[in-house]
């Protein structure tokens, strides 16, 4: 029973090359959906190890190196190097490939049922995401924040609208490949000038309503919260280098955010908002 087990788990053993493209192709994925490097760093160990191999990556910023060694023979090795994907946040997905690393580690199927599996999960996702309910869920719950801050009704309706349109707005712009930081002072601008321009139409007609609290929490949802937490658990499980580069990063888009609430308060001639 043992030699059958063996027979069977050589025959199953894929090409290292081949292995070594299949988990590059994984971890690219891993990472789009907002992955931190121990989870990503956890799965291509357990993939690797299935099929008899060991891995060791190398991770940065905007590349990830990563090496395959075969455990019977370690001269043989294989090394790759790819370009770090735009990382467009989708917990559904990242839940789905977890689940394909252990079915991997427990059953060890073929490479082709594991592309089919990787295709499948990318597809099953973008087809049970409604786009319309995640745009829906945004503007309700960045309204209900309005409100939290102390806004009243009016303003809550505002960052309603705002909140809404930026959302999709950021959906098209990150499904056209537009530099996070352009996306960041565009949407910044776009949600804090919905807010000021109807804003200003309303309160010339029916009176103030409490603006600033409108326009601080309109932009609220391009707060990176995930990157904070992913580059907080990169530090203390030691990816230091990774971390902080995420850190700065987070600060680059904080300072985007803020020009562009800045053009819409010098445009409109607000000032100061107190």
């Known amino acids: 029973m043992l ?97 394909l690393s252990w079915h991997i580690h427990d059953d060890r199927p073929e490479l082709a049922q594991c592309y089919e599996h990787l295709k499948t999960a990318k597809e099953r996702n973008i087809k049970e995401r409604n786009i319309w309910v995640v745009l829906l869920v ?49 949407l910044s601008f776009y949600s804090s000038a919905f807010v000021a321009f109807f804003g200003g139409i309303w309160a010339a007609h029916f009176g103030e309503f409490s603006m600033h609290i409108a326009i601080a929490t309109s932009i609220l949802y391009l707060i990176p919260g995930i990157f904070f937490i992913n580059c907080v658990i990169d530090i203390l499980d030691n990816h230091v280098l990774v971390g902080f580069s995420r850190i700065v990063n987070i600060a680059i888009l904080i300072t985007c955010m803020a020009i562009g609430v800045y053009l819409t308060l010098v445009i409109f001639g607000l000032g100061a908002l107190a």
């Open 3 to 99: 030699l059958f087990y063996k027979s069977k788990e050589h025959k199953m053993k894929p090409k290292i090359g081949d292995l070594a493209l299949f988990i590059s192709k994984y971890l690219a994925a891993l990472h789009a959906c907002g992955a931190f490097v121990s989870r990503e760093n956890r799965c291509t160990q357990r993939i690797a190890h299935a099929y008899g191999y060991d891995i060791s990556i190398n991770f940065f910023f905007n590349n990830t190196a990563l090496t395959l060694k075969d455990q019977q023979n370690p001269h043989i090795k294989e090394t790759l190097v790819l370009s770090n994907p735009a990382v467009q946040i989708n917990l559904a997905e990242l839940r789905e490939l977890s689940a």
């Open 138 to 186: 945004v503007g309700i719950s960045f309204g209900a924040l309005c409100r939290l801050f102390g806004g009243d009704f009016v303003a809550m309706a505002f960052t309603f609208g705002a909140a809404f349109s930026g959302a999709g707005l950021r959906h098209l712009l990150t499904l056209w490949s537009i530099d996070m930081r352009l996306q960041y002072i565009f």
